[in-house]
C-alpha cells in the first residue's frame, strides 16, 4: 500500500508533466506577425464589398500592416495592436496558432 505522500509526488509529478507538456505546445503554436497579417488581410477581404477593395488589401496589405503593427511577445502567446490611425487601434491576442480580437481603442477611449 502506498503512502499519502508517495501519492501526493506521483501526483505532484504528473501535474507539472502535463504542464510542460502544455507550455511547449503554446510556445511551439505561438503566432508570428506574418501569420497575423495574413489572418487581418483576409479579414479585411472577407468584410470588402468589391473586388477592387480586395485586391488593394493583397497589394499594400503587407508593408501597411507591417508598420502599423506592433507585438509584445510573451512566449505563450503574442499581443497585436494595429494602429490605423491617431484615433484607432486594433489589440488582437495571438494564442494557438488563433487570433482573438480583445479590443478597439476609437477616439481616446476603449470600445469592448
Do not use: C
Not at 505546445?25 to 506574418?34: D, E, G, H, M
Not at 506592433?70 to 490605423?84: A, C, E, G, P, S
Request: glycine letters at 4%; zero cysteines; a positive charge.
Amino acid at each position: 500500500m502506498k503512502k499519502k505522500g508517495e501519492k501526493f509526488v506521483k501526483n505532484k509529478t504528473n501535474f507539472l508533466i502535463i504542464l510542460i507538456f502544455l507550455v511547449i505546445i503554446l510556445v511551439i503554436t505561438n503566432p508570428t506577425k506574418a501569420e497575423y497579417i495574413e489572418w487581418v488581410k483576409q479579414q479585411v477581404a472577407v468584410s470588402s464589398n468589391t473586388d477592387f477593395e480586395r485586391a488593394i488589401v493583397y497589394l499594400i496589405g503587407n508593408s501597411l500592416l507591417d508598420s502599423t503593427t506592433f507585438t509584445q511577445n510573451f512566449v505563450i502567446f503574442t499581443l497585436f495592436k494595429t494602429d490605423i490611425d491617431e484615433s484607432h487601434s486594433y489589440v488582437t491576442i495571438g494564442i494557438l496558432k488563433n487570433f482573438i480580437p480583445i479590443n478597439v481603442f476609437s477616439y481616446g477611449k476603449w470600445i469592448f
